[in-house]
């Protein structure tokens, strides 16, 4: 009974998450207990995984979010570790990572992955706080004539993300 009635808890909590405000100008704030970011309005916002991960789609693309900790990681090992996962899900070519920071100021690293043809078939970000817990961002080129607007809203989901 005690189970059934957690199982019933968590379905309620499931329910009320994300909130999502319409910030009027193309753009959704999408908040979670663990972070908020902004993606183009229309978009089906997925459900969260129990690993932390949430895909937002449409037709012209897909985003992505997963959370974690990096405590005991450093930067080659979240990028062999994100490879690991990325190459069983695309075959394509890994850019090096790059380390920088975002305008809220987190720690980031940031790599492609380049298809045959030489162009990016997707875009991923990392970010870490200071609690070092992470906050991984991904956008997918499913299609070459929306890679512009794509790299608008995925540049928005990076400048916009704050970890909780």
């Known amino acids: ?3 059934q009635n957690l199982s019933y808890l968590a379905a309620l909590v499931a329910m009320i998450e994300p909130t999502i405000t319409d910030l009027k100008d193309g753009y959704v704030r999408v908040e979670t207990k663990k972070y908020t970011v902004e993606v183009p309005k ?12 949430r895909e937002f789609h449409s037709d012209k693309g897909e ?8 405590k005991g990681s450093n930067w080659d090992r979240l990028y062999n ?6 190459q069983r899900r695309e075959k394509a070519t890994p850019t090096p ?6 305008k809220k100021g987190y720690e980031t690293m940031s790599f492609e992955m380049i298809g045959k043809d030489g162009k990016p ?23 070459v004539k929306n ?5 608008k809203a995925f540049d928005r989901l990076v400048n916009t993300a704050v970890m909780y």
């Open 81 to 86: 570790t994100s490879l690991f996962f990325i």
């Open 63 to 70: 985003i992505g979010t997963m959370t974690g900790s990096a």
């Open 147 to 151: 890679e512009t607007e794509l790299n």
């Open 1 to 3: 009974m005690i189970l």
């Open 97 to 102: 990572y790059k380390l920088s920071k975002n």
């Open 121 to 143: 078939t997707s875009k991923y970000v990392i970010l870490k706080n200071t609690k070092e817990d992470i906050l991984a961002l991904s956008v997918r080129i499913t299609q």
């Open 42 to 53: 229309g978009w089906e916002v997925g459900e969260e995984t129990s690993f932390g991960q």
